[in-house]
């Protein structure tokens, strides 16, 4: 197992993170949210100059992401995450980041459902193989 990464706020990676605690809560923790969130806004100019300039974001952002990551785990049948926290995973072995988690599961499961308890079955399955 390599070390605590942090889930970013989407709905797919959440849901990653939730199942991954219901196969053993040891490998899922919650730490208060304490950082300052960023985005990063692109700019892509008509002769392909590009700007990119980072902000803070927004409280009304900050509560559409969560609100939509939330609606997203009560339609797969999970319990979403409290909103105060921070969600930290430990990846299996051989996999360093969320995102080439998310990649194995996708390649893993196939033809992925769109509804998203549909979606949470079939994940279960694929986790279960990445954490054996």
Same mark, same amino acid.
């Not at 889930?7 to 950082?35: S, Y």
């Not at 921070?86 to 996708?106: F, I, K, N, Q, W």
């Given at each position: ?52 300039? *980072?902000? @803070?974001?927004?409280?009304? =952002?900050?509560?559409? !992401? ?6 997203? $785990?009560?339609? /797969? ?26 990649? *194995?599961? @996708?390649?893993?499961?196939? =033809?992925?459902?769109? !509804? ?6 079939? $994940?279960?399955? /694929? ?6």
């Amino acid at each position: 197992m390599t070390g605590l990464v942090r889930v970013p706020d989407n709905g797919f990676e959440l849901l990653i993170a939730r199942l991954t605690g219901e196969i053993d809560p040891g490998l899922l923790v919650l730490l208060p949210v304490t950082e300052v969130r960023f985005t990063t806004v692109e700019c892509i100019e008509p002769d392909g100059t590009v700007t990119r300039t *980072r902000r @803070l974001i927004s409280d009304e =952002e900050r509560r559409e !992401v969560v609100e939509f990551a939330e609606e997203y $785990l009560t339609d /797969a049948g999970v319990a979403p995450f409290p909103r105060d926290m921070g969600v930290y995973l430990t990846l299996p072995a051989g996999v360093d980041s969320m995102d080439e988690m998310a990649g *194995r599961l @996708l390649v893993a499961m196939g =033809e992925q459902p769109i !509804v998203p308890s549909q979606l949470a079955a079939k $994940l279960r399955l /694929a986790l279960h193989y990445l954490y054996r």
